[in-house]
């Protein structure tokens, strides 16, 4: 019996669609709340809209997307509360991230972490606070791949978006300088090759970002679900 090939060749294009999607949600080219048109989002990438409305239902059991009856998708802005816990859970993995990443950090690396912060300084001062926020993820993203921890990896990036919408909000009302100066501190216990020291860190910047959204108006979030009401 010839065993077909179509569904493997669907699943692996909805992934591709749903990474787009997520790219798109990650450098603000579709902000929270904003509409995601099927049609649209196939014609751009090429496809059919089958996996298309595949990729929103995976982002849908995400929380990243939410489904609306006779509406279709939207990029899903998530409450304050959410936000919190999102971010607590992601301060522990990326400390654990920072823990084996300082077993084997690399000058190589170590000198990209530096770059992304300067590049953060010098957007700063031009006050360009979406490439800010680019680097900003670009630089947690370095420290959890060089923690060579697939699982990990694959954990932290499914709360991304929620960390993308902190520094959108954050990057709107917070000195830029003050955010980049943050990272610092974790560069500085990477290069000491000190496990525990950079864990720390990571999880310290992990509290003072939790800080700063707690002092945030809840307006600039999302509906409160009804467990939060």
């Given at each position: 019996?010839?065993?077909?090939?179509?569904?493997?060749?669907r699943?692996?294009?909805?992934?591709?669609?749903?990474?787009?999607?997520?790219?798109?949600?990650?450098?603000?080219?579709?902000?929270?709340?904003?509409?995601?048109?099927?049609?649209?989002?196939?014609?751009?990438?090429?496809?059919?809209q089958?996996?298309?409305?595949?990729?929103?239902?995976?982002?849908?059991?995400?929380?990243?997307?939410?489904?609306?009856?006779?509406k279709?998708?939207?990029?899903?802005?998530?409450?304050?509360?959410?936000?919190?816990?999102?971010?607590?859970?992601?301060g522990?993995?990326?400390a654990?991230?920072?823990?084996?990443?300082?077993?084997?950090i690399?000058?190589?690396l170590?000198?990209?972490?530096?770059?992304?912060?300067?590049?953060?300084?010098e957007?700063?001062?031009?006050?360009?606070?979406?490439?800010?926020?680019l680097?900003?993820?670009?630089f947690?993203?370095?420290?959890?791949?060089?923690?060579?921890?697939?699982?990990?990896?694959?954990?932290?990036?499914?709360?991304?978006?929620?960390?993308?919408?902190?520094?959108?909000?954050?990057?709107?009302?917070?000195?830029?300088?003050?955010?980049?100066?943050?990272?610092?501190?974790i560069v500085?216990?990477?290069?000491?090759g000190?496990?525990?020291?950079?864990?720390?860190?990571?999880?310290?910047?992990?509290?003072?970002?939790?800080?700063?959204?707690?002092?945030?108006?809840?307006?600039?979030?999302g509906?409160?679900?009804?467990?939060?009401?």
């Amino acid at each position: 019996m010839t065993r077909g090939t179509d569904p493997v060749a669907r699943n692996v294009l909805s992934e591709q669609v749903k990474d787009r999607i997520l790219q798109w949600i990650l450098e603000g080219e579709l902000q929270p709340g904003s509409r995601i048109v099927e049609t649209r989002v196939a014609r751009e990438l090429g496809v059919s809209q089958a996996p298309v409305r595949e990729a929103l239902r995976d982002l849908a059991t995400l929380g990243v997307v939410e489904m609306q009856p006779y509406k279709g998708a939207r990029v899903r802005q998530p409450n304050k509360p959410e936000l919190i816990e999102s971010m607590e859970l992601r301060g522990e993995l990326e400390a654990l991230a920072a823990r084996h990443a300082a077993k084997k950090i690399t000058p190589e690396l170590l000198e990209e972490l530096q770059e992304l912060i300067t590049e953060m300084h010098e957007l700063a001062e031009v006050g360009d606070a979406h490439g800010h926020a680019l680097n900003n993820t670009a630089f947690h993203s370095l420290i959890v791949r060089a923690a060579g921890n697939a699982t990990l990896e694959r954990l932290w990036s499914m709360l991304d978006p929620y960390a993308h919408t902190y520094v959108t909000a954050a990057s709107s009302g917070v000195d830029l300088v003050w955010l980049g100066d943050r990272h610092v501190g974790i560069v500085e216990a990477l290069q000491a090759g000190d496990p525990e020291r950079a864990a720390e860190a990571m999880r310290e910047h992990a509290r003072q970002a939790g800080d700063i959204v707690m002092a945030m108006d809840d307006d600039r979030f999302g509906p409160a679900s009804l467990r939060d009401s």
